[in-house]
């Protein structure tokens, strides 16, 4: 596979935060790779040092995109060289109508035909928003809202799309229609690195996952691997090993006998 995007020994600061600490990471293409974390390892951290959003550049490492150096352009270059980013919680534009938060997703284009083309894919996607079209942003749903957002992303045509946190504030049935969607993204050729802190989903739709604490990497390896690891069944995904069910038991059965 090709190298997309690598990530080499980064560091960098947020908010007077040593928020990443030497972080390697390889995005190939045509892959769904997941950071997993809880809150505050960094998970966003990485996104937003990517796309040239902090104040302050990595103070250490280098990232490059198809190639090219990207650390410390700005962020319409680096959407203009093919990435795109759905924030953490949407940020979609309330006042203008849904129909023109898609438009801003294409602003760098002027392939009218093109755009007209994607238009009617995204609404393939995601029917509501064409139900939805004439509607201002601010009174749609936050699920709708979370599908307008990536709508938007994909308005740019991008060759990786970044999503911070897709399944944050959405019911179980919404997250499940968001990830296959994401997956389907994925199958049309769209490479997608993607941070979730619900580990199931993200391991579940993706080929590569990491593990970030405290603005390190701990723990790499194929998603379906690590689907499989009793940490992070444990840890994070809220599956009790066996040694530690055995324990609760015990415990069930000592207290039970008081």
Request: aromatic share 8%; glycine share 10%; hydrophobic share 40%.
């Amino acid at each position: 596979m090709t190298a997309l995007l690598e990530i080499k020994n980064i560091e960098t600061f947020y908010r007077l935060i040593y928020a990443l600490r030497g972080v390697s990471l390889t995005v190939e293409e045509g892959t769904i790779t997941a950071i997993l974390g809880n809150n505050g390892a960094g998970k966003s951290t990485i996104l937003k040092t990517v796309m040239g959003l902090l104040d302050d550049q990595p103070d250490k490492g280098t990232i490059e995109f198809m190639g090219k150096r990207i650390d410390g352009k700005d962020p319409e270059v680096i959407v203009r060289m093919g990435i795109s980013y759905v924030p953490e919680g949407r940020e979609v534009f309330e006042e203008l109508s849904v129909r023109e938060n898609l438009l801003m997703g294409a602003y760098i284009r002027r392939d009218r035909d093109g755009i007209r083309k994607d238009f009617e894919k995204i609404y393939s996607y995601f029917p509501v928003l064409k139900e939805r079209s004439d509607q201002w942003a601010g009174t749609l749903s936050g699920g709708e809202q979370q599908m307008l957002a990536i709508g938007r992303a994909l308005m740019n045509r991008p060759k990786l799309l970044f999503l911070d946190e897709p399944s944050l504030g959405l019911s179980p049935l919404l997250v499940k229609a968001i990830f296959n969607i994401i997956s389907k993204i994925n199958e049309e050729g769209v490479t997608i690195l993607l941070v979730e802190q619900n580990a199931r989903m993200a391991l579940n739709i993706s080929h590569v996952g990491l593990i970030l604490e405290n603005g390190r990497f701990v723990m790499k390896g194929k998603s379906e691997d690590l689907m499989r690891d009793r940490d992070v069944q444990e840890f994070y995904m809220g599956v009790r090993s066996e040694e530690s069910a055995k324990g609760y038991q015990r415990w069930k059965r000592k207290k039970r006998w008081r």
